[in-house]
């Protein structure tokens, strides 16, 4: 069993950045694909970055360039760094976890393909 725990939540003003963080316990993430999604007000789940057991990332077009998926399997954390925010962004993010060994990353974007789920941290961009 894997828990996921994500925090760094906050307001934050409109072009701001912010960095979440998501710890792990109960087994090594070193073997897993690591995924961040967010739930944006009145919206669905939707998928923002994954970076497999390999280090590949891959991200939503709507926030390449702009953010950055890492991992520290030391620490048994994956970290999102996310810069120039908009209203657009506004969000509970959440960390997921998938044991699945895919070698098409695109695989990935989709949330029924992930083991664990942290509750989520809430991300405000105020204007």
């Known amino acids: 069993q894997v828990q996921l725990v994500e925090s760094g939540g906050r307001l934050v003003q409109a072009g701001g950045s912010l960095r979440l963080s998501c710890a792990a316990s109960g087994r090594t993430l070193r073997t897993y694909a690591m995924g961040w999604f967010r739930r944006p007000p009145g919206k669905e789940r939707e998928f923002v970055a994954v970076?497999?057991?390999?280090?590949?990332?891959y991200y939503r077009d709507s926030v390449k360039g702009r953010f950055t998926i890492s991992r520290d399997n030391a620490k048994n954390t994956v970290d999102l760094q996310m810069s120039s925010l908009s209203s657009e962004d506004a969000a509970v993010y959440y960390c997921?976890?998938?044991?699945?060994?895919?070698?098409?990353?695109?695989?990935?974007?989709?949330?029924?393909?992930?083991?664990?789920w942290g509750q989520g941290t809430q991300v405000t961009v105020s204007s």
């Open positions: 997921a976890a998938s044991g699945i060994a895919h070698l098409d990353g695109t695989y990935y974007y989709n949330e029924v393909k992930y083991d664990y």
């Open positions: 970076i497999t057991w390999s280090g590949a990332v």
